[in-house]
């Protein structure tokens, strides 16, 4: 059941996944490939895929739109203009790099494309990165497998529990950005309010006070 499911199902998951942001889902791809279930080096090949289109898309948006976007979440707001920093200093690391730095998947490349990077260099050395980076994650997931197997011996009995415990790290760490998003949303709404009062306060304090009225 669950091999015909991921036969169907598995590799456009994958692609989807790593589209958008699929560390996880790569690492669950690469342990079904050293379970059978997928083939490693189609798992390679559709992350790539999938990371490469997704990161072109991001990079794109970000020429366009970049301020915009990266201004919808203060999060993101406060990420990107740390990534332009990075990106102005490095900007050939930061392409080939960004996929290993754990919550930059998303703002990295819209960050890229609005620091005017070529976009000729970045299709090169993007499609360089992505596939370092689905074969190195790939092949650790894979290799994870064996040493498993090499600890308990058969783990077909365990695989099920692997499954289950990288996916609930992998909601874990969904959680908990979403969690710190909305605590930097509130700490930033709180600051642009009380910045808003002291403006407010100088305003009425630079106001000229009112001519007083003789007494009759």
Known sequence: MLQQFLHDFGYFALFLGTFFEGETILVLAGFLAFRGYMDINLVVVVAFFGSYAGDQLWYFLGRKHGRKLLARKPRWQMMGDRA??????????????????????????????????????????NGIGAAIWATALAAAAYHFGAVLEGMLGSIKKYELWVLGALLV?????WLRRRFKNARLAKQVYADEQAAHAARLHQAEAAKPAEPKTPAE
């Open 169 to 173: 790290l992998g909601v874990g760490l």
């Open 84 to 125: 332009l920093e990075h990106i102005r200093k490095h900007p050939d690391i930061w392409v080939l790099s960004f996929r290993f730095v754990y919550g930059l998947r998303t703002v990295m490349p819209v960050a890229i494309g609005l620091s005017g990077y070529p976009p000729g260099r970045y299709l090169l050395l």
